[in-house]
């Protein structure tokens, strides 16, 4: 999980690098890590059940895309999509609950 957070942290870090004017500042860069780590904590912490992990990934996703909103859609793109994706579904699948398909697609922006 420490490795695919990173890949996420330093995809996000390196297009502020070559970017003149990046809509978007490391401080988003941490607080869209902040967000993924307080989801992994919450889930990690108590049981779950289909419907509370799913309300948790709501909350998670919603905050994401209000995140990634303000800062002018361009927070999270292809890549990190893809593994924020996976990092929640493993997540999801360490507290032992199984879902069939994307259970961020209903609420995702990004």
Same mark, same amino acid.
Not at 20 to 44: G, H, K, N, Q, R
């Given at each position: ?21 990046? $809509?978007?500042?490391? %401080?988003? &860069?941490?607080a869209c890590i902040t967000? @993924?780590? /307080?989801?992994?904590?919450?889930v990690e912490s108590e049981?779950?059940?289909? $419907?509370?992990?799913? %309300?948790? &990934? ?5 905050? @994401?895309? /209000?995140?990634?909103?303000k800062c002018g859609e361009?927070?999270?793109?292809? $890549?990190?999509?893809? %593994? ?27």
């Amino acid at each position: 999980m420490k490795s695919l957070l990173k890949s996420i942290q330093y995809g996000m870090l390196d297009f502020i690098e070559g970017d003149d004017e990046p $809509d978007y500042t490391s %401080e988003d &860069v941490s607080a869209c890590i902040t967000l @993924l780590l /307080e989801f992994m904590s919450v889930v990690e912490s108590e049981s779950q059940t289909i $419907d509370s992990a799913r %309300e948790h &990934v709501k909350n998670l996703v919603l905050s @994401l895309n /209000e995140l990634n909103e303000k800062c002018g859609e361009c927070l999270i793109e292809t $890549d990190q999509r893809e %593994e924020i994706c996976e990092f929640i579904f493993k997540v999801v699948a360490n507290a032992n609950i199984e879902v069939s398909g994307d259970i961020t697609e209903e609420w995702r922006d990004w």
